[in-house]
């Protein structure tokens, strides 16, 4: 900062415990602006942005290739102070308790700009940082002076898409595999399994029932075991980057030979694993279940299912959105700011009670800020 810029912060309001937004959630707060002496700013603004970016370099003999990819899903902007010769009309303009405009110029002290803005209704991913890639939430703070380099401070959002069954078709439906090998070497003899499962998607927290039937004609014990593992898949410029990791085993009870029983296996779902994410174009978050014989001296007999994680139910912050806002004038800088800020996102804001209702801002659409998402169930 400089020596006139004391300091510039984001503060916003959290309202659940693991703060995480969801789609359709009011985030709201303010920035501090704290500045030493009188000071001229031509443009001070808060944007919001959601983005997927990828990159990872690959070396090809003497020659070091570099590929990137960047997806964004939206990025708007709130004003506090506008530039004066700007053209843009369509610039959303913030004013303080009284209605009227900041000024543009700010006295020595601490000074407070309230915000709000609302996450999209649509379907965009889940907040994400892998080992080539991130999905990403944001907010961030831009000060513009003449002369000056620009003032700027971010801070990022944790963003959890909803649990839901419906978008990915044939998550209910159960899966149904069956496998049989024939033993060699110190081994002989035969053995089969035949792997169903309930269903395909399962929420965090929640246990995966894994039924098998095992037919054991070899001549020694095997042993079923079980591997939830994640599978991040990295895509720029038509290549990809994989990068697997397992994330939970267990062992179930050993089959003698000769003998074939019936096998019931709940594993449970870590309440913290990662979600699936399938809805980004450059940046796939999957899982696998692996289900295999451990046979002594062979090659272990394996059948895989894509299974998917979806997280836990979370409370929606469009219900509390109104009281967030309403606590603007309760904060360590007493009243302060507008005490119906205006919800800029994707959706119509909440009109406070006994207000007229606001009037919708327009759509992101408007500004073609962000592409398209590719269907849910995409696969590559």
């Given at each position: 900062m400089s020596s006139t810029i004391k300091k510039l912060g984001i503060t916003y309001n959290s309202f659940n415990t693991s703060n995480t937004f969801t789609s359709g959630d009011v985030i709201s707060g303010h920035v501090t602006l704290e500045v030493a002496k009188d000071c001229q700013i031509d443009s001070f603004y808060i944007k919001f942005k959601g983005k997927a970016e990828v990159t990872w370099t690959e070396s090809h003999g003497q020659t070091t290739h570099v590929y990137h990819s960047k997806d964004k899903y939206f990025s708007v902007r709130q004003y506090f102070i506008r530039d004066k010769n700007s053209k843009d009309d369509q610039k959303t303009l913030i004013t303080n308790q009284s209605g009227e405009t900041y000024s543009s110029v700010v006295p020595p002290g601490i000074h407070v700009y309230p915000f709000s803005f609302q996450f999209p209704l649509q379907d965009i991913p889940s907040s994400f940082k892998g080992a080539d890639g991130k999905i990403i939430y944001l907010l961030e703070a831009i000060l513009s002076r003449s002369m000056r380099m620009n003032s700027k401070e971010s801070t990022v959002i944790n963003f959890v898409g909803k649990g839901d069954l419906n978008p990915v078709p044939g998550l209910m439906e159960p899966q149904h595999e069956s496998m049989d090998?024939?033993?060699?070497?110190?081994?002989?003899?035969?053995?089969?399994?035949?792997?169903?499962?309930?269903?395909?998607?399962?929420?965090?927290?929640?246990?995966?029932?894994?039924?098998?039937?095992?037919?054991?004609?070899?001549?020694?014990?095997?042993?079923?075991?079980?591997?939830?593992?994640?599978?991040?898949?990295?895509?720029?410029?038509?290549?990809?980057?994989?990068?697997?990791?397992?994330?939970?085993?267990?062992?179930?009870?050993?089959?003698?030979?000769?003998?074939?029983?019936?096998?019931?296996?709940?594993?449970?779902?870590?309440?913290?694993?990662?979600?699936?994410?399938?809805?980004?174009?450059?940046?796939?978050?999957?899982?696998?279940?692996?289900?295999?014989?451990?046979?002594?001296?062979?090659?272990?007999?394996?059948?895989?299912?894509?299974?998917?994680?979806?997280?836990?139910?979370?409370?929606?912050?469009?219900?509390?959105?109104?009281?967030?806002?309403?606590?603007?004038?309760?904060?360590?800088?007493?009243?302060?700011?507008?005490?119906?800020?205006l919800v800029w996102g994707f959706g119509p804001p909440q009109p406070p009670a006994g207000d007229q209702p606001a009037v919708p801002p327009p759509p992101y659409e408007t500004y073609g800020m962000y592409p398209s998402l590719n269907d849910f169930a995409s696969k590559r």
């Open positions: 090998k024939k033993i060699k070497l110190f081994t002989s003899g035969s053995v089969a399994m035949d792997v169903k499962l309930e269903k395909s998607g399962f929420f965090q927290g929640e246990g995966l029932k894994v039924l098998v039937y095992i037919k054991n004609d070899s001549s020694r014990e095997i042993k079923p075991k079980y591997c939830i593992y994640r599978k991040h898949s990295f895509f720029a410029k038509g290549k990809r980057r994989v990068h697997t990791m397992d994330l939970l085993k267990e062992v179930g009870k050993p089959i003698p030979p000769s003998a074939s029983e019936n096998v019931a296996q709940v594993i449970a779902i870590p309440q913290d694993a990662e979600p699936s994410i399938l809805n980004c174009n450059i940046i796939k978050a999957e899982h696998r279940l692996r289900v295999y014989l451990d046979v002594k001296y062979a090659s272990d007999p394996e059948i895989k299912f894509n299974i998917v994680i979806l997280p836990a139910y979370q409370v929606s912050g469009m219900a509390t959105a109104q009281s967030a806002a309403s606590d603007f004038g309760n904060g360590p800088y007493g009243n302060y700011g507008n005490p119906h800020p």
